[in-house]
């Protein structure tokens, strides 16, 4: 397991109780914004982001060449507002804490949901049944259309050359 936490680099084979005490120090005013915790293989990871008290969770799962991305939720997100998070301590743009992260209302959780989350991740490398997660893996994939560098364009089974039709 990988822990990386804004400010403090990231470390390698880390417990428990080390990731328990990052997430912690993001409730503190100068603490960081934002955690991300990996699974060995580099490619599957959960991540959360925010400053005071109001935080976003996600999570990826990787196979073979593709993604899915997810986002814990509370709520009916069909009919949530358009919200912001802040965070990210340096900025080149905003002022510390102040880069904004575009979510909906219903995104937006307490750091006791990015606890919850993120320990049960490291426990079993895989995102909390008893929580709400919310397919979010379309958004990225509408950012990379069209863009020269975009790393995904489509999500399909290798030896499937084309996305399946809709009826």
Not at 7 to 14: A, D, L, M, Q
Not at 68 to 83: I, K, Q, T, V
């Amino acid at each position: 397991m990988r822990l990386t936490l804004e400010g403090y680099g990231t470390r390698e084979r880390v417990t428990l109780g080390e990731v328990a005490r990052a997430i912690d120090q993001m409730a503190s005013p100068h603490g960081p914004t934002y955690i991300i915790v990996e699974a060995d293989d580099r490619c599957s990871y959960a991540q959360a982001a925010g400053t005071d008290g109001r935080y976003v969770v996600e999570g990826r799962d990787v196979f073979g060449e593709g993604f899915r991305h997810f986002r814990l939720y509370r709520g009916d997100a069909a009919a949530s507002e358009p919200s912001v998070v802040y965070y990210r301590r340096k900025c080149s743009k905003h002022p510390p804490r102040g880069c904004p992260l575009k979510v909906l209302a219903v995104d937006v959780v307490g750091l006791g949901a990015v606890k919850t989350a993120i320990l049960h991740y490291v426990q079993t490398f895989e995102r909390s049944p008893g929580l709400q997660w919310r397919d979010i893996t379309q958004e990225f994939l509408a950012e990379s259309v069209g863009r020269e560098d975009a790393e995904v364009s489509a999500i399909r089974p290798v030896g499937n050359p084309s996305p399946p039709r809709r009826p």
